[in-house]
């Protein structure tokens, strides 16, 4: 392997690791049992949990920012499937749901475990 090769492999490889540095914007070091410590039955867990019907546990979270646009809702929720807790936008299962919703709301939901926890199943607004 020549020089020029070789310096185009290692520029290759650290743009590679670099640009992987931009997706991570939460503690995964903090999640205990989760795919960062070594858990990643549990994800096939929850996975095969939503593939036979399984009912997911409802977490309570606030609605921090509603987008029509984008069809998402933000959430500042505690833990949930695994994750621990954040603010973080989700899809929703049916759009007209954020009409529903508001800003400071708090709400109960149920995430889908199947592809990662990222989309709201269903809600429901707490009192």
């Known amino acids: 392997m020549n020089a020029r090769s070789f310096f185009t492999l290692i520029l290759a490889v650290a743009g590679v690791g670099f640009s992987t540095l931009g997706l991570a914007q939460m503690d995964h ?54 994750m621990p807790p954040m603010t973080m936008a989700y899809k929703v299962k049916d759009i007209t749901w954020l009409d529903k919703m508001q800003v400071g709301q708090k709400i109960r939901f149920a995430t889908d475990p199947a592809d990662g926890g990222m989309a709201v199943l269903r809600f429901e607004a707490l009192k």
């Open 29 to 82: 070091g903090s999640m205990k049992g989760g795919a960062m410590a070594g858990g990643s039955m549990q994800g096939s867990a929850a996975t095969m949990a939503a593939q036979h019907g399984a009912d997911t546990s409802m977490a309570e979270g606030t609605v921090k920012r509603v987008d029509k646009t984008k069809g998402t809702v933000t959430l500042a929720h505690g833990s949930v499937n695994g």
